[in-house]
């Protein structure tokens, strides 16, 4: 790491693929880049990247590296979804051909690797927190190593400062950047995903369909990890009863229709160990802006969505190359384009709070219960 004084064009909070797409979008544009990340080893969920992904991962000049192997292709999306019955979208009818079922991991770290490749400076399990803002606009910002010490236990440590003149917030659903700096986060539902990865069956292991099944109080996804497990999460919002864990919630998953005969041995060995599905946030949320004075926000930090549009990662590409392009214009005297950003972002929510509501509403088995009642509303 360069010393206290050397000065970065930006910083980059957070490596997700909307911190290494702001980044790689930055550096094409000449700017200095640091990029850290925080994480500490534990996988990211969030696995299935739509073919249409190809397209933004070449605009950002690694469509040759990215995804790359280690991940599995996954041909058709399969859903029983207003019937019991199951209906399939094949990815034969995709202009883009088949997506994926991503190693996330292995995904995210290439894309830093190619941040780096193009010139960032990368920390990995590194937080970033802003110390100070100066008065000619820049920033000193303290960066802390996972093993280190409280950042106040060093304060005279050149090595865990650097300055910037702009820092882009790509923390995810935390948006720990942009709400220090005043942004408030509005939130749609209360939606959680209880997740947990059980053991592949032998017999349905060639399948890497991504399966969705409805349920009275939410819904159940499954798909396929190229670690030869299966990811299985129940979706439901946080205040009704299924949303608690512990064994009746692998009861829960053997009555299901389609997710229980795809988890098939798997089930029964996570039952027998009686396997606990660990929470996450999965609520639908925006920041009520998404740049401010020295700062912008993207990916999931600007908005995050309903893991139904399984959007999640793809506009997080998106809204990373975007915001990179825009902080670069504003470095370079045209602020116009944060504008014009920050109006993409509202047509993205816009667009998700529409797809969402018709969805939902496609399914009317159960308009009575909270779940359901709650997302036949008008948006
Ligand atoms: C249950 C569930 C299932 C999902 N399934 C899908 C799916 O199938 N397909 C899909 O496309 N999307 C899916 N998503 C959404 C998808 O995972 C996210 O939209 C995507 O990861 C957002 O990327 P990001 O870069 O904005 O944020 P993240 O991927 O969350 O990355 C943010 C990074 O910032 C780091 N960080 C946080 N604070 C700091 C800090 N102060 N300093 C430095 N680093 C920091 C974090 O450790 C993290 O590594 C799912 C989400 C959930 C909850």
Redo the contacts with the bound molecule.
């Keep these: 790491m360069r010393s206290r004084d050397d000065l970065y064009d930006v910083v980059v909070?957070?490596?997700?693929?909307?911190?290494?797409?702001a980044a790689l979008a930055l550096l094409r544009e000449g700017r200095t880049v640091v990029l850290?990340?925080?994480?500490?080893g534990a996988p990211?969920?969030?696995?299935?990247?739509?073919a249409a992904a190809g397209v933004l991962l070449r605009d950002l000049g690694v469509g040759d590296r990215i995804p790359g192997d280690g991940h599995l292709p996954c041909y058709a999306n399969l859903s029983a979804w207003g019937s019991p019955a199951l209906g399939a979208v094949d990815s034969v009818n995709d202009p883009h051909g088949p997506g994926w079922h991503l190693d996330?991991l292995l995904f995210?770290r290439r894309l830093r690797a190619c941040a780096q490749a193009a010139g960032a400076h990368v920390e990995t399990r590194?937080?970033?927190?802003p110390r100070a803002r100066h008065a000619d606009g820049t920033w000193t910002v303290a960066l802390r190593r996972a093993d280190d010490r409280r950042i106040d236990d060093h304060p005279a440590d050149d090595r865990r400062t650097v300055r910037c003149r702009w820092l882009v917030d790509?923390?995810?659903?935390?948006a720990?950047?942009a709400t220090a700096c005043g942004a408030r986060r509005r939130t749609y539902d209360r939606l959680i995903?209880l997740?947990c990865v059980l053991g592949r069956d032998r017999e349905v292991r060639a399948d890497n369909s991504?399966l969705v099944e409805a349920a009275p109080d939410g819904w159940w996804?499954a798909?396929a990890l190229p670690s030869e497990r299966l990811l299985v999460?129940w979706?439901t919002d946080a205040d009704l009863p299924a949303a608690r864990t512990g064994p009746p919630w692998l009861d829960r998953l053997a009555a299901t229709r389609h997710i229980a005969a795809r988890a098939g041995a798997g089930l029964r060995h996570g039952r027998a160990a009686r396997v606990t599905p660990r929470r996450?946030?999965?609520h639908t949320a925006r920041l009520d802006r998404v740049h401010g004075d020295g700062w912008t926000a993207?990916?999931?930090?600007?908005a995050?969505?309903d893991?139904l549009?399984?959007?999640?990662?793809?506009?997080?590409l998106y809204?990373?190359m975007r915001a990179g392009e825009a902080v670069a214009a504003r470095l370079g005297g045209d602020a116009a384009d944060l504008d014009h950003y920050a109006a993409n972002v509202d047509g993205i929510v816009a667009a998700h709070l529409r797809n969402r509501h018709t969805y939902y509403a496609f399914e009317q088995r159960w308009p009575h219960r909270p779940f359901w009642r709650r997302r036949h509303r008008a948006p």
Excluded: K, M
């Design positions: 909070a957070g490596g997700g693929p909307a911190g290494a797409a850290a990340d925080a994480a500490t990211s969920v969030g696995e299935a990247l739509p996330r995210d590194t937080t970033v927190r790509t923390t995810g659903r935390r720990a950047i995903a997740h991504t996804y798909a999460v979706f996450a946030p999965a993207a990916g999931d930090a600007a995050a969505f893991p549009s399984s959007q999640g990662i793809l506009t997080a809204t990373g």
